[in-house]
Nanobody, 123 residues
Framework: QVQLVESGGGSVRAGGSLRLSCAAS????????VGWFRQAVGMKREGVAH???????IATDSVKGRFTVSRDNAVNTAYLQMDSLKPEDTAMYYC?????????????????WGQGTQVTVSS
């Protein structure tokens, strides 16, 4: 059974940090691209950060320099380190894993998704 389970969300004050985890099971995680997405209330889902072909963290402009994605294939887990959090980072955060030799974010829809973890940042 394929599963992606996010954890680590919560409430934090602006300027604080959180580390989200995404535990994968039921598929060959190491062969899949991995990324994090978020959706705020009333907003469209957006990509936050993903790992490119060589494992470098690629972040969207709004979180660049503050968020970093990483993975540990030995424990089938991906992470999202979030620093200098802002109230506008408040959203449900999802991890996704998709099979794609180019790790194109647009192809994530066809992959596996977790149920999400809520992040709330207060001012």
């Amino acid at each position: 059974q394929v599963q992606l389970v996010e954890s680590g969300g919560g409430s934090v004050r602006a300027g604080g940090s959180l580390r989200l985890s995404c535990a994968a099971s039921g598929f060959a995680f190491a062969r899949y691209c991995v990324g994090w997405f978020r959706q705020a209330v009333g907003m469209k889902r957006e990509g936050v950060a993903h790992l490119d072909l060589i494992g470098s963290s690629i972040a969207t402009d709004s979180v660049k320099g503050r968020f970093t994605v990483s993975r540990d294939n030995a424990v089938n887990t991906a992470y999202l380190q979030m620093d200098s959090l802002k109230p506008e980072d408040t959203a449900m955060y999802y991890c996704a894993a998709w099979f794609d030799p180019w790790c194109i974010v647009a192809n994530a829809d066809a992959g596996y998704w977790g149920q999400g973890t809520q992040v709330t940042v207060s001012s």
